[in-house]
């Protein structure tokens, strides 16, 4: 009855008492579709990060109101008050993972539930609100289903870049009273520029990315600009990356995680990645390396603590078969040495023979070749009873 003689009234009562929403839905998804579409970039020199498709994903919530209603609209920049928290205080989270174009021309992404679960969990590390892992799917399934002429194929994929930031317009520490979750995507070639070379590390011994008890098991934007100067003058000295330890320990390459294939102190093969102590984030191409590879009789698959003498000590001792990294934007990159405290070693195999062959088994999932629980196929047909067009009104021309 209200609504009906005072809507206005009944939307202020509304909003006041109801609950807050826990979650967004994909089935309240609105969807604005640009009218200026931008011309998609072709060849395999497709720069990382700087090309935006059409579209992007957005959805607002408030602490009182909860979650809004989810959206698709052309892609845009934003405005943010100079007193937006995020500018102050780097409350801020993303995620990273890619779209790729099978031979059938049928979208794939990869365990992308993985990433919506870890965004979910930096979300609650900075007191931000969390989703349903699985509308967050359907809502990008949706985005990538609109934009679908911008997945390339292979080697060219879609970088997707979701984003958590606070929209609270005040200074002070506090938790945020309002937040935007976005997604963006970007058309992208290799992530190294000497992708087919294997990249030179040195162990950085005094500064430290991140440590126990902070949030380097997180992905947030305050744990990569630690490490940038030191990153900077690692490149300046004619490396690529710096590894990280904790205490004495191997930990990571800032944006990638790290495996060694050796021969171990007991003689035996070994494949062995840092385990997760809660100082180094659980990647989920180096969890896919761990599932697949165990079992494998070929060596010993393992997660554990690594010392960093014991590596510098095996490298020395020609033990070290080969090394590389692991990530969602350089899927796999061999590493050909290491200096510690101006000591460098090398891999004996530096072009990677075992990380190629696990590599192309990543790829052959990722493009749908090996069909495998880890490809999440994009329905590519869109049911718009799940969602509302907006539709803008032609404006009449004036005679």
């Not at 109101?65 to 007193?83: A, C, D, H, M, R």
């Not at 934009?147 to 520490?173: C, E, F, Q």
């Not at 990571?252 to 840092?274: A, D, H, Q, R, S």
């Not at 180096?286 to 603590?305: A, N």
Request: proline content about 7%; overall charge positive.
């Amino acid at each position: 009855m209200l609504k009906k003689f005072c809507p206005q009234l009944a939307r202020t009562f509304a909003r006041t008492f109801a609950t807050p929403a826990s979650t967004f839905y994909h089935k309240d998804l609105e969807i604005t579709l640009t009218t200026k579409p931008m011309e998609v970039p072709t060849g395999e020199n497709i720069p990382f990060g700087q090309i935006p498709t059409d579209h992007l994903f957005e959805a607002l919530w408030n602490n009182k109101t909860g979650w809004e209603k989810p959206k698709i609209v052309p892609y845009q920049n934003f405005s943010l008050s100079p007193l937006n928290s995020t500018l102050h205080y780097a409350l801020e989270g993303f995620e990273g993972l890619k779209a790729y174009k099978d031979a059938n021309g049928k979208i794939r992404t990869f365990r992308p539930m993985m990433n919506a679960d870890r965004l979910n969990k930096t979300s609650a590390a900075m007191c931000f609100p969390t989703f349903d892992s699985n509308e967050f799917v359907k809502c990008l399934d949706t985005l990538l289903k609109i934009d679908a002429k911008w997945v390339p194929t292979h080697p060219i994929s879609l970088y997707i870049r979701p984003t958590v930031i606070s929209m609270t317009n005040k200074l002070g520490i506090n938790a945020p009273t309002d937040t935007m979750l976005f997604i963006t995507c970007t058309p992208c070639g290799p992530y190294f520029k000497t992708a087919a070379k294997p990249v030179r590390l040195v162990v950085e011994t005094k500064a430290a990315r991140t440590w126990p008890g902070g949030m380097g098991n997180v992905k947030i934007g305050a744990n990569y600009v630690n490490g940038l100067k030191n990153v900077e003058e690692a490149k300046q000295q004619g490396y690529d990356q710096v590894m990280w330890l904790t205490g004495k320990h191997v930990s990571e390459m800032g944006g990638c995680n790290f495996f060694i294939y050796w021969v171990n102190k007991k003689g035996e093969k070994e494949l062995v990645t840092p385990a997760l102590d809660g100082t180094l984030l659980p990647g989920i191409t180096r969890d896919s390396i761990l599932q697949l590879c165990k079992g494998d009789p070929r060596f010993i698959t393992s997660e554990r603590p690594v010392l960093m003498t014991d590596l510098a000590k095996a490298g020395k001792e020609k033990r070290v078969i080969e090394m590389f990294l692991t990530g969602t934007a350089a899927v796999i990159a061999p590493v050909g040495s290491i200096t510690y405290k101006g000591v460098e070693f090398f891999a004996q195999k530096p072009q990677g023979e075992l990380s190629s062959e696990i590599r192309n088994k990543i790829l052959d999932i990722q493009l749908g070749k090996v069909e495998h629980p880890f490809s999440h196929v994009v329905e590519q047909r869109i049911h718009q009873q799940n969602f509302y067009i907006v539709k803008k009104k032609k404006t009449k021309k004036k005679k």
